[in-house]
């Protein structure tokens, strides 16, 4: 059983019927990134702790990311319904120091996201916070350490799941559910899939070189990246660094499709040699192994054919 069907049992319910919005949140973070897996009651009791009077009081301050993607969640449903400051503040309230959202406020989210079209407000809600997140983290990308590059790319070229598109839905699910949105992950990812294979035909993605050429114009591409300074020693900005550095592009372009769905139609074997020679040395086994399913795919259609 994966995390959000666990949020949905009758168990988990009765656990977080008696936690705040921001607490059933933090509930939920409590079993996504932790080492050992809490208990059911463990996770409360750190929630609880985790959104003391003392922390909330302090969650506007700048510097504290305590509770940054909740705010991103807030600022994004903001700007999808439409809200007025007085009512985003109304639901900022709400959700860190109340049980559910106001009528009035849920009336007005819970319009806005039907009139959109729930799946697509989700998404859009979705690209807000990952968005944020990347203007909040740019000293992440080519962190010693830390090999996520492709994170700094938009939403609609990550997988659907826990590990990329849909990671930061742990924070946005309690709020909408709050305002009465059901979310239906079968819907939610069928709209994905059609929204990311209209992006990369947008722009141009067909194939790991023309992949390649866009990721390396930097915030031509994708204006999150203007003037975010890497984490490396240089002090050089993201952008700086995908224009002037084929090798990081090369593997930037390599995490990426390692990553990317069977059913985005892209060609691996699309490369200039120039390419291919650099990208070749640092291709991955994930990447391989797409591209023997491909093959295979394709020579089963064959024969059934």
């Known amino acids: 059983m994966d995390l959000l069907e666990f949020l949905n049992t009758r168990e988990s319910r009765e656990i977080i019927k008696d936690l705040t919005i921001a607490e059933r949140v933090k509930f939920a973070t409590a079993f996504q990134w932790a080492r050992e897996k809490p208990t059911p009651e463990e996770a409360r009791d750190k929630a609880k702790q985790k959104c003391s009077e003392e922390a909330i009081s302090k969650r506007h301050e700048e510097g504290n990311t305590s509770f940054e993607s909740e705010l991103a ?28 959202v106001s009528d009035d ?21 979705l690209c807000s916070i990952h968005d944020n997140w990347m203007r909040n983290h740019g000293n992440n990308f080519q962190k010693p350490g830390r090999d996520k590059d492709y994170q700094f790319v938009d939403l609609r070229l990550m997988p659907f799941g826990d590990d990329g598109a849909t990671a930061d839905l742990i924070f946005l699910r309690p709020i909408l559910e709050s305002c009465g949105i059901e979310i239906d992950m079968e819907r939610l990812e069928q709209r994905f899939n059609e929204m990311q294979e209209e992006f990369m035909k947008t722009n141009g993605i067909t194939s790991a070189e023309t992949l390649h050429e866009y990721l390396s114009k930097g915030a ?17 900005t993201i952008d700086e660094i995908l224009r ?21 139609k892209i060609n691996l074997d699309e490369l200039t040699p120039q390419v291919m020679e650099e990208y070749s040395e640092t291709i991955s086994e994930t990447e391989t192994a797409i591209r023997d399913d491909m093959t295979k795919d394709k020579d089963e259609l064959t024969i059934d054919e």
């Open 73 to 100: 969640s807030i600022s994004a449903i903001q700007e999808i319904a439409g809200l007025t400051n007085e009512e985003a503040e109304q639901l900022d309230n709400d959700v860190f120091t109340g049980y559910s």
């Open 105 to 125: 406020i849920r009336e007005t989210v819970n319009t806005a996201f039907k009139d959109r079209g729930v799946e697509d407000a989700i998404i859009e809600a």
């Open 220 to 236: 031509d591409n994708n204006q999150v990246l203007e003037g975010l300074i890497a984490g490396d020693e240089n002090g050089k």
């Open 244 to 264: 002037e550095n084929p090798e990081v592009v090369n593997h930037m372009t390599e995490q990426v499709m390692s990553k990317l769905p069977k059913h985005v």
